[in-house]
């Protein structure tokens, strides 16, 4: 499988029910590694550019008035096949329809307050995260590197 990246945003219905930590623990339990995170309020002006590919569509000035109506946390996940396995856990845009389990099932309202968004293709997925995150900003990391020897504490030595 493909490293891909993959940009989620918890929209203000998730933030303001407080379920920004369980999709974040359920995530790393799945493997992915959080490589970028910041909590912005969205002016709609932002997200007009971000949701370009809608403009003109029916949905497209509640989307805007309603993902900028309060804080939203952005965040960039890491791993193989990130794409089609996180869409599965966030489950169908209307969360009448989706799966029992998934994110929108468990705390969606309706296809609107749905909670979550996630990049639906590998390029959706570099475009999205470049829009919020310069490069610089996106944290590859060793999950490991923490337990190296040298990172440590000295031993005290044993007294005679």
């Known amino acids: 499988m493909t490293d891909e990246l993959s940009c989620v945003i918890v929209k203000p219905d998730g933030v303001g029910k407080a379920v920004v930590g369980k999709i974040f623990a359920r995530l ?24 370009a590919e809608h403009k003109g569509k029916p949905f497209y000035e509640g989307l805007l008035k309603f993902i900028s109506s309060g804080p939203i946390v952005v965040t960039a ?66 999950p490991m590197l923490w337990s190296r020897p040298e990172y440590a504490p000295p031993t005290p030595a044993l007294k005679s």
């Open 77 to 142: 996940w890491r791993g193989a096949d990130v794409i089609r396995k996180i869409r599965a856990l966030i489950g169908s845009t209307n969360p009448a329809e989706a799966a029992a389990g998934t994110f929108r099932a468990q705390w969606g309202t309706d296809n609107r307050r749905n909670l979550i968004h996630a990049s639906d293709s590998p390029a959706s997925g570099l475009r999205e995260t470049s829009f919020f995150f310069a490069p610089e900003e996106l944290a590859p990391y060793d």
């Open 28 to 51: 790393e339990a799945e493997g992915f590694r959080l490589t970028a995170a910041r909590m912005v309020r969205p002016t709609p002006e932002l997200l007009g550019g971000f949701y």
